[in-house]
Nanobody, 122 residues
């Protein structure tokens, strides 16, 4: 499966963005999708994930209550809604696909998008 992330940008603290992860490939809707982020000088971290059906989601504690994730399999797209953004959310955000359910481990994700940059100013 091929992934393409988009929707990043510059936003003030407290603002919102919607990131999109468009997938292509015959079985793209069969994959669970995870969103990760990597800030300068830091390791890539799991942010949120959604099962192939959309029925199960997971979030890192630091974004719970602020970010939501959804998918539209008819459009082969997963969305990450970033609300109440904080400067510490500044990072390059990546989406990735996996056939392994309920995982947040970077090594379990096979296909990665190119990343979209989110900058939150204070």
């Amino acid at each position: 499966v091929q992934l393409q992330a988009s929707g990043g940008g510059l936003v003030q603290a407290g603002g919102s963005l919607r990131l999109s992860c468009a997938s292509s490939g015959r079985t793209s809707s069969s994959y669970a999708i995870g969103w990760f982020r990597q800030a300068p000088g830091k390791e890539r971290e799991f942010v949120a994930g959604i099962s192939w059906s959309g029925g199960s989601t997971a979030f890192v504690n630091s974004v719970k209550g602020r970010f939501t994730i959804s998918r539209d399999n008819a459009k082969d797209t997963v969305y990450l809604h970033l609300n109440s953004l904080k400067p510490e959310d500044t990072a390059v955000y990546y989406c990735a696909a996996t056939v392994i359910p309920a995982t947040s481990e970077v090594s379990n994700f096979d296909s990665w998008g190119q990343g979209t940059e989110v900058t939150v100013s204070s």
